[in-house]
C-alpha cells in the first residue's frame, strides 16, 4: 500500500477527532485489524524531541481503529483523537508528522500516511477549573 498525503490543523484549548478512512491501491477498504497505531508530530524530521505523540496502545487511546460499513468485519478506518488537554499545551506554527501501523512483533511496520500539522492559535484563555 502506498501512504496517503494529508495535512491538518489542531486548535488550542479544543477536543478535535480527524476520522480518516484507509483504502488500498485498488481504493477498496483496507482492513488494520490486529495493528496498532503510533503518530509524532515534530518541527521537522531531524527534530529531537515532538511536539506530540498519539498512539492506540496508550490509556486513554488517541488513535482509535474504527469501521467505515457496520455490516462487515473490515476495520478500515481510524480516529485521531486531540483531547482539550493536549491542545492547550501546544505552542507552534508548523510541524510535521507520520502515522505508523504495526504489528505486536513489529515484524510489520507500515507508513501510512504523513503531512504537515498547522496550530490555530485562539485568543480567549478558559478560567481555571
Known sequence: MSFQKYDFSVTQ???????????????NPRDMTGFDFYLQ???????????????????????VLGQTDTNTSVFD??????THDLTSG?????????LLMYNTARSHVELLMSGTVTL????????AA
Open 13 to 27: 484549548q479544543t477536543t478535535e477527532s480527524y476520522v480518516i478512512e484507509i483504502k488500498d491501491e485498488l481504493q
Open 41 to 63: 508530530c515534530r518541527q521537522s524530521p531531524t527534530s529531537e524531541s515532538d511536539i506530540f505523540t498519539l498512539s492506540s496502545t496508550g490509556t486513554p487511546a488517541t488513535i
Open 77 to 82: 478506518q481510524i480516529t485521531l483523537l486531540l
Open 90 to 98: 501546544l505552542d507552534f506554527d508548523k510541524g510535521v508528522y507520520d
Open 120 to 127: 490555530k492559535r485562539v485568543v480567549t484563555r478558559l478560567p
